[in-house]
């Protein structure tokens, strides 16, 4: 069975760091554009950042260029995003995708995405 699971999430004080892990099982990531997106309270869900399949090229929303970064390790079937100095209005629940496309050009769209995780809650508050 196919599935991406999330953790990391938490709460933390503006400022603070988390890093998020996206595990998938049932299938291998390395052919898998793999994004992170999320979706605050009475907002749309948004693309937050992507790494793609072929030589792992990375993009970001302007809203977290330079705190947040997006890496993956085949081996471990794992794909991160570390979230450095967090504000509160990156609260939101965030969720792990795989888009099917092996490239060097992820899409940071919720509907070109395949496969869904369940997503955690990240919680920035003082």
């Known amino acids: 069975q196919l599935q991406l699971v999330e953790s990391g999430g938490g709460l933390v004080q503006p400022g603070g760091s988390l890093r998020l892990s996206c595990a998938a099982s049932?299938?291998?990531?390395?052919?898998?554009?793999i994004g992170w997106f999320r979706q605050a309270p009475g907002k749309e869900r948004e693309g937050v950042s992507c790494?793609?399949?072929?030589?792992?090229?990375?993009y970001y929303a302007d809203s977290v260029k330079g705190r947040f970064t997006i890496s993956r390790d085949n081996a471990k079937n794992t794909v991160y995003l570390q979230m450095n100095s967090l504000k509160p209005e990156d609260t939101a629940v965030y969720y792990c995708?795989?888009?099917?496309?092996?490239?060097?050009?992820?899409?940071?769209?919720?509907?070109?995405?395949?496969?869904w995780g369940q997503g955690t809650q990240v919680t920035v508050s003082s």
């Open positions: 995708a795989a888009e099917a496309r092996f490239g060097l050009i992820c899409d940071l769209q919720p509907v070109k995405q395949n496969y």
């Open positions: 049932g299938f291998t990531l390395d052919y898998y554009n």
């Open positions: 790494i793609s399949s072929r030589a792992g090229r990375t």
